[in-house]
């Protein structure tokens, strides 16, 4: 069985300081790793995915985020807050359902508050 | 190419009544996946289709929810009798790969259900 935890459900940074958006997994196997964006009353899009390839990901807009298997980590950073950073981000783990399909588990999100 | 299309983006109705949510795919996609986001949650998979089928329902509610993707036109997420629990988000992702590729979900703008 698959879960997703966000830690922090708010994380709030002045303009041009770091991000660090905290998520952990429980997976049965090797899993993928995505990190999405959603901006007030629009769809999610994709930020950066991981699927056992290097485990430093680069994603869109100065994104990154890191696999460590060790700690079952996949935390997201960017070096430098802007303000149309501010959204709600969700941490997504998905592995080989029974069926065959790759079923997505979503976290709770943590919404980024940027002050300026 | 247009991306994924969801209408209505609000829907109000009053309990007992139907809704009819619809979702067109990107153009290329065949595979098409339903979501619920509640208030403060992440979101939560209801159901995967392909044309013409069912390929895993395992997050549909067992009564009054149904879903469908003919052949021609677009999918749609059907729910019999609402009732106010049923308030929340739905959107609708598609892609163009399905079964043993954990991919990327292209996401559309979401349907607000909101049931007096």
């Known amino acids: 069985a698959q879960s997703v935890t966000q830690l922090d459900s708010h994380v709030s940074v002045s303009e041009g300081t770091p991000v660090l958006l905290r998520c952990n997994y429980s997976s049965s196997y090797s899993p993928s790793l995505f990190w999405y964006v959603q901006h007030p009353n629009k769809g999610l899009q994709l930020l950066l995915k991981?699927?056992?390839?290097?485990?430093l990901v680069k994603g869109i807009n100065g994104f990154e985020a890191e696999f460590k298997k060790s700690e079952t980590s996949f935390h997201l950073t960017k070096p430098s807050a802007h303000m149309s950073d501010a959204a709600e981000y969700f941490c997504v783990v998905s592995e080989r359902a029974s069926g065959g399909s790759y079923i997505p588990t979503f976290g709770r999100g943590t919404s980024l508050i940027v002050h300026p | 190419n247009a991306g994924v299309m969801q209408n209505p983006r609000h829907l109000v109705r009053r309990r007992g009544q139907e809704a009819r949510l619809r979702c067109s795919p990107m153009k290329g996609h065949s595979h098409v996946y339903w979501y619920r986001q509640l208030p403060e949650e992440g979101l939560k998979f209801m159901v995967y289709l392909q044309k013409e089928n069912i390929i895993d329902e395992s997050g549909m509610p067992k009564e009054r929810f149904s879903a469908e993707f003919p052949k021609e036109g677009p999918s749609i997420l059907r729910i019999q009798q609402v009732v106010r629990g049923d308030s929340a988000a739905y959107f609708c992702a598609s892609s163009p790969l399905g079964t043993g590729v954990p991919n990327e979900q292209f996401f559309g703008p979401g349907t607000r259900l909101t049931v007096l």
């Open positions: 991981y699927t056992s390839a290097a485990t």
